[in-house]
C-alpha cells in the first residue's frame, strides 16, 4: 500500500494519496487496524502538501492582483 508523500511532491500526487487513502477507509468492511498509522500517516503528509501549495497559490494570487481584493 502506498500511502506516504514527501514534502516536496506535488498537488496532484499528494491529493491522489488523499483519495486513496479515503476510498480505502471507506471501502474497508473491517477496519484494519494495523495498516491505520500508516494510512493516517500518509494522510497528515498529504493533507500539508496540498495545503502548502493552495497557500502559496492564494499568496501568488493576492499579489498579482493587488491588496485592493479583500478576503
Known amino acids: 500500500m502506498n500511502t506516504t508523500t514527501d514534502s ?3 498537488f496532484k ?3 491522489g494519496v488523499l483519495q486513496r487513502n ?3 477507509l471507506r471501502t474497508q ?3 484494519n487496524i494495523d495498516d491505520l498509522l500508516e494510512i493516517v500517516q ?3 503528509a ?3 502538501v496540498c495545503s502548502e501549495r493552495i497557500d502559496a ?3 501568488a494570487l493576492k499579489e498579482a492582483l493587488g491588496d485592493d481584493r479583500r478576503e
Do not use: I
Open 57 to 59: 497559490v492564494e499568496a
Open 22 to 24: 479515503a476510498e480505502t
Open 42 to 44: 500518509g494522510s497528515v
Open 8 to 10: 516536496k511532491g506535488t
Open 46 to 48: 498529504a493533507d500539508k
Open 13 to 15: 500526487e499528494a491529493f
Open 29 to 31: 468492511r473491517e477496519p
